[in-house]
């Protein structure tokens, strides 16, 4: 019988005394993603298995929740040394002729006859028999033909890399800003990967921003959806509020305010809702908003932790997980957002936080940020 081995980083499997907490959210994780499918879910010590008719399609979803590390299509068999060899052959078989390989064998259960090494011994010299034109290479082997022993036999016919990382809603939740970019969705995949609950905010400046530049945004919600199975993106009304910094506070001023508002307002959200933090996907000295100075006078602004996990990489590293994850091409789309649309041409790089926080006071700061959340929409991907 063929089925879905599905193994779980070793950080949940190290846990402890909470290891059953990290486990339970991961099977709901999964039970979660395969709502639509129909299938079976069973152990065989301390190994997760799943059967099913569509195992491509649930492979394909599985390999996407967070905390899993590989899942292996593998086939059930007796415990029997001669059905485990013709399975192992067939495992071979499907490497073409010349590959070299090593039988690795896990005896879970050791009520077996025989131990691993001597499983692996016998396996290898039916491959060689049997398979000719295939050699053994036990230090850098080009396939590993896996065995497992335990309430049943198991033969692997292949792998699949899972993206790893903790179950996603184990660690908390943030706010992050979500914008049109590169960077943010891939920060927002990076605090999902640690088990951090993602809820999106997007500013939207209409009408000197789109709709097409919120629907940029509500794709790439959508994208990183596909990952965590849902996700809340925040719309809030901004025009307001950088009008009244255009018109009021010095030009060169003008970004670090607006990330001084943007700031309260995502914690605004995150006091709504009951979120633990605020998240960007800023990098140190990428733009004038982003020096050190920059950053420590937009947390000022913050009443929570503010996570940047973007903080210490390069553009290019950024740009490399963009498109692994498939938010790249989105991201790129010729669509503005307020960010972009609204820079001073002479932006200061290192403010000093009395003087911004003097000029930001001549706004009615309290009643721009309580107008702008209460005008939020609200859209779940």
Same mark, same amino acid.
């Given at each position: 019988?063929?089925?879905?081995? /599905?193994? *779980? ?6 846990? @402890? ?5 990290? %486990? ?13 499918? %129909? ?21 394909? =979803? ?35 002729? @010349? ?10 259960? =050791? ?17 060689? =028999?049997?398979? !000719? ?8 082997? &080009?396939?590993?033909?896996?065995? %497992?022993?335990?309430?049943?036999? *198991? ?9 790893? @990382? ?8 943030? $706010? ?11 920060? #927002? ?6 088990? /951090?609950?993602?809820?999106?905010? *997007? ?46 506070? !010095? ?10 508002? $943007? ?9 709504? *809702? ?6 960007? @996907?800023?990098?140190? #000295? &990428?733009?004038?908003? &982003? ?21 210490? $990489? ?45 000029? %930001? ?13 209460? #005008? ?6």
């Amino acid at each position: 019988m063929e089925l879905l081995l /599905i193994k *779980y980083a070793s950080e949940i499997f190290l846990k @402890g005394l909470n290891r059953g907490r990290f %486990e339970k959210k991961l099977k709901e994780n999964m039970k979660n993603v395969l709502k639509d499918e %129909e299938y079976r879910f069973y152990e065989d010590q301390n190994r997760w298995f799943i059967a099913g008719e569509n195992l491509e399609t649930i492979r394909e =979803k599985i390999r996407k929740v967070f905390g899993v590390i590989e899942v292996c299509t593998v086939v059930q068999t007796e415990r029997n040394l001669e059905k485990i060899q013709e399975l192992a052959l067939s495992a071979l078989q499907a490497y073409p002729a @010349g590959t070299t390989f090593k039988v690795v064998t896990k005896r879970a259960d =050791k009520n077996f006859p025989m131990d691993s090494m001597e499983v692996s011994r016998q396996v290898g010299a039916y491959l060689l =028999k049997n398979a !000719p034109g295939y050699s053994v290479e036990i230090k850098s082997p &080009q396939a590993f033909i896996d065995v %497992e022993i335990r309430e049943h036999a *198991y033969v692997y016919m292949a792998r699949v890399k899972g993206i790893g @990382g903790m179950p996603y809603g184990i660690n908390g939740s943030t $706010m992050l800003m979500l914008s049109g970019g590169i960077d943010s969705p891939v920060a #927002g995949f990076l605090l999902a990967k640690r088990g /951090i609950e993602v809820h999106g905010v *997007y500013y939207h400046s209409h009408p000197y921003t789109s709709e097409r530049a919120k629907d940029k945004v509500k794709e790439l919600a959508a994208i990183l959806a596909g990952y965590t199975g849902k996700f809340h993106l925040h719309v809030v009304p901004f025009t307001e509020i950088q009008m009244a910094i255009m018109d009021q506070c !010095p030009e060169n001023e003008l970004t670090i305010i607006m990330r001084r508002f $943007m700031m309260m307002c995502a914690c605004a959200l995150a006091k709504k *809702y009951n979120i633990h933090s605020v998240s960007t @996907g800023e990098s140190v #000295g &990428q733009v004038a908003s &982003q020096t050190m100075e920059a950053l420590v006078v937009s947390d000022e602004a913050s009443d929570r932790p503010v996570f940047r996990p973007l903080v210490a $990489m390069d553009k290019v590293d950024i740009m490399e997980i963009s498109q692994n994850i498939g938010t790249y091409e989105t991201s790129i789309l010729p669509y503005e957002d307020c960010c972009t649309i609204f820079v001073p041409k002479h932006p200061v790089t290192k403010p000093k936080l009395e003087y911004i926080k003097k000029h %930001e006071a001549v706004l009615p700061v309290e009643e721009l940020v309580e107008k702008a959340i209460a #005008g939020e929409e609200v859209f779940v991907l």
